[in-house]
């Protein structure tokens, strides 16, 4: 066959992808990666929330002191009648929190402070977000134990990455048996 030569592709008979020309290789080996994040999800806060109000409006000894549980963007406003109905309501809270999944880490609660009267009032802070100084402890804490997998701290969470998959398991079992001060979780696992 004298100097057979690819057509070139027309729109009326496009070219089979086996005879396009070959103009670039590229091999790269197979990187897997996750996020290491401290969130939570905000509607089944909101449920938990609503729930407890609730709990307070129908149980005999919460019903009559008049409290209020408001959420915010990034706080739980209590207002209640004492500091003995205000650790009622932490309970409360905290069980409507774990029944819906949520950690109970992501609460941060804030000083009492005397509202009108007698009433009290507390922030409890939501945490969200992994800060530096703990995002620096798990990226040493993989470096130290695991060689083959990198950890880089990016913004608020961190991202590890390695070659093989079962690395990355290893990894997420081990963090899980840290006791940070903010609940993690994985995600993006690729």
């Known amino acids: 066959m004298p100097n057979a030569q690819c057509p070139m592709p ?3 008979f496009p070219m089979p992808n ?5 103009t670039h290789y590229h091999f790269m080996a197979a990187s897997y990666s996750f996020d290491i994040v401290s969130d939570f999800d905000r509607q089944e806060l909101v449920n938990a ?3 407890t109000t609730r709990e307070i409006q129908s149980r005999y000894d919460l019903k009559d002191t008049k409290t209020t549980v408001e ?3 990034e706080a739980i ?3 209640t009648d004492s500091e003995f109905t205000l650790d009622a309501i932490h309970t409360v809270l905290q069980t409507k ?3 819906r999944n949520l950690s109970l880490k992501i609460f941060d609660y804030g000083k009492i402070e005397a509202a009108s009267g007698t009433r009290v009032r507390q ?3 939501l945490k969200k977000g992994i800060d530096q100084e703990i995002a620096k402890k798990i990226t040493k804490l993989i470096r130290d134990e695991f060689k083959k997998i990198q950890g880089s701290i990016q913004g608020d969470a961190v991202r590890v990455s390695a070659k093989d998959k079962d690395d990355l398991q290893l990894v997420i079992q081990r963090l899980k048996q840290e006791d940070y001060p903010v609940a993690l ?3 993006n696992y690729r």
């Open 185 to 187: 979780q994985f995600t």
């Open 18 to 22: 086996s005879q396009l020309p070959i």
């Open 10 to 12: 027309n729109s009326q």
């Open 71 to 73: 959420l915010g963007a």
């Open 77 to 79: 406003t209590v207002n």
């Open 123 to 125: 922030e409890i802070k």
């Open 49 to 51: 929330v609503d729930q």
């Open 97 to 99: 929190a774990a029944k």
